[in-house]
């Protein structure tokens, strides 16, 4: 089976950006609630990232390890900010 939607090398550009921007949004929201006095929840949101990003990847038909950045990429790197995380806290 192909991938639903043509990859290229390019692609990569796009997968830092959009990575960088998802974890620009997680430490706002997570500034904002550290400075509202709840608890702090970036390594958490982190661990969605990866599962959603899991999700996207198999729906879009990527293979992992493929010649340009993809979904499957973006999932590990989330899931290891937040098991590095959550292991350096000692939460997990």
């Not at 904002?32 to 982190?46: C, E, H």
Request: aromatic share 10%.
């Amino acid at each position: 089976m192909r991938p639903v939607i043509p990859r290229s090398r390019t692609c990569s550009r796009h997968v830092v950006v959009r990575f960088a921007l998802k974890l620009a949004v997680f430490s706002l929201f997570c500034g904002v609630q550290i400075a509202s006095g709840g608890p702090n929840l970036f390594f958490d949101l982190t661990t969605l990232a990866a599962g959603a990003c899991m999700v996207l990847a198999l729906q879009s038909l990527e293979a992992p390890l493929g010649r340009s950045l993809n979904y499957w990429d973006e999932a590990l790197v989330f899931w290891l900010i937040s098991h590095l995380g959550k292991s350096i806290l000692g939460h997990g």
